[in-house]
């Protein structure tokens, strides 16, 4: 999976719980991104990072915030996690931007939220 | 709300034939990129075609893009069991800096 690396690869946490997912990356990509994906809805982008210290938000990031302190990791984070991100998270990591370049999928990691 | 839609979203063949996917989007697109997801596992890009072009081929795969009809097509010629997985296209706005999923079709080929 070209270089990248989710961890958990599988959580189950309570209501109300903070929960972070990491993505370490050995491709030395600028821009990295997370994905959730569900039934029916195919992948929605949550949030991404075209550099250090530059996150932007995507199509469904209420709940989630991110960081990046370094090129090689993304860290997303539940901040209180609710039944309804019972989902499958995936990193996904461009050399340039995404509208010209392909992403690269990291394994995903299943959370889920009782 | 989805810019790219696949139909069908199922598809069953038998191991020999070929499997054609159809992917419908709504907004102007600078290109448009076909991902194959095997059970479990993060999504591989198979191609990627740009705006101006109409078809592209890579081994089994071909894709076809009609700017006009906002639409494009992924064609697996002799599948093969090994096809079996879902597949997802995906479309870079013409303005912005971001990939839109379908919510794809499930291929099964039987052997």
């Known amino acids: 999976d070209a270089g990248i690396t989710q961890s958990p690869r599988h959580k189950v946490t309570e209501t109300g719980t903070p929960v972070t997912l990491r993505c370490h990356q050995t491709?030395?990509?600028?821009?990295m991104y997370w994905y959730r994906q569900d039934p029916g809805h195919g992948l929605r982008l949550i949030h991404y990072s075209y550099g250090v210290k530059d996150t932007d938000k995507g199509e469904v990031s209420d709940g989630y915030s991110v960081s990046r302190s370094k090129t090689e990791d993304f860290l997303l984070t539940l901040e209180s996690a609710t039944s309804s991100q019972t989902s499958v998270y995936f990193c996904?990591?461009?050399?340039?931007?995404?509208?010209?370049?392909?992403?690269?999928f990291g394994s995903g990691t299943q959370l889920s939220v009782l | 709300s989805q810019q790219g839609e696949e139909d069908p979203q199922a598809l069953s063949i038998q191991e020999g034939e070929n499997a054609t996917m159809n992917c419908s989007y709504k907004t102007s697109i600078n290109n448009l990129q076909w991902y194959r997801q095997n059970s479990g596992r993060g999504l591989v890009h198979l191609i990627l075609?740009?705006?101006?072009?109409r078809e592209k081929h890579s081994g089994r795969l071909r894709v076809t893009l009609d700017t006009s009809k906002k639409s494009s097509s992924l064609l697996i010629t002799a599948s093969r069991a090994a096809d079996t997985a879902s597949y997802f296209c995906?479309?870079?706005?013409?303005?912005?800096?971001?990939?839109?999923f379908g919510a794809g079709t499930i291929l099964r080929v039987k052997s």
């Open positions: 996904a990591i461009s050399e340039s931007q995404a509208t010209n370049e392909k992403l690269f």
């Open positions: 075609i740009r705006s101006n072009e």
């Open positions: 995906a479309t870079a706005m013409e303005y912005g800096n971001k990939l839109v």
């Open positions: 491709e030395n990509h600028r821009y």
